[in-house]
T-cell receptor
Framework: DTAVSQTPKYLVTQMGNDKSIKCEQN?????MYWYKQDSKKFLKIMFS???????INETVPNRFSPKSPDKAHLNLHINSLELGDSAVYFCASSLILAGAHNEQFFGPGTRLTVL | AQTVTQSQPEMSVQEAETVTLSCTYDTSESDYYLFWYKQPPSRQMILVIRQEAYKQQNATENRFSVNFQKAAKSFSLKISDSQLGDAAMYFCAYRSASRRGNTPLVFGKGTRLSVIA
């Protein structure tokens, strides 16, 4: 019954490694997002996809590459992990209807720790 | 670019009392949405309440209500009859009401609310 799921929930890895975080939604939504929450709890948008098309790409290092194989999935791949990448990464999804509030539903978050 | 400011990093309230969390925002747009999200220790982001900018009436959801002052660009959250389960981080968020509808949320830095038994 999980609406927006992320795997893994926790990820501990060494600097320099490459890792992926997966996100799936079963709500029938057409838009998915990645947000980053830093150690001070500040949440900021990273990417947004609408119908598998990249819509928003904020100032994020090229080491971060999102991939949306279909409308229900948005994965985040991170190359050459750095200490500063340690954060909680949230996936979210929404159904875009013109003129509506288009509530975003969040996944449980993935806590990434880079050692 | 839009910004959201929460000037109270921490707040506390006695159980059963009322508390108000402040939020101001900066935008040149006339049409947008405002939200309050709750993040308990489980870190799940939970939508508490939302407000459409074109509506003058303040939104209410059970014990939660907002005071939306569009001219002042203020959007405060009032929690009545506070309960222990209300203890969490609360985030104010703004979303532009673009025609495409897929604009992201812009968050404030959050207010940590403690509820004292």
């Amino acid at each position: 019954d999980t609406a927006v799921s992320q795997t893994p929930k926790y990820l501990v890895t060494q600097m320099g490694n490459d890792k992926s975080i997966k996100c799936e939604q079963n709500l029938g939504h057409d838009t998915m997002y990645w947000y980053k929450q830093d150690s001070k709890k500040f949440l900021k948008i990273m990417f947004s996809y609408n119908n598998k098309e990249l819509i928003i790409n904020e100032t994020v290092p090229n080491r971060f590459s999102p991939k949306s194989p279909d409308k229900a999935h948005l994965n985040l791949h991170i190359n050459s992990l750095e200490l500063g990448d340690s954060a909680v990464y949230f996936c979210a999804s929404s159904l875009i209807l013109a003129g509506a509030h288009n509530e975003q539903f969040f996944g449980p978050g993935t806590r990434l720790t880079v050692l | 670019a839009q910004t959201v400011t929460q000037s109270q990093p921490e707040m506390s309230v006695q159980e059963a009392e009322t508390v108000t969390l402040s939020c101001t925002y900066d935008t040149s747009e006339s049409d947008y949405y405002l939200f309050w999200y709750k993040q308990p220790p489980s870190r799940q982001m939970i939508l508490v309440i939302r407000q459409e900018a074109y509506k003058q009436q303040n939104a209410t959801e059970n014990r939660f209500s907002v005071n939306f002052q569009k001219a002042a660009k203020s959007f405060s959250l009032k929690i009545s009859d506070s309960q222990l389960g209300d203890a969490a981080m609360y985030f104010c968020a703004y979303r532009s009401a673009s025609r495409r509808g897929n604009t992201p949320l812009v968050f404030g830095k959050g207010t940590r609310l403690s509820v004292i038994a």
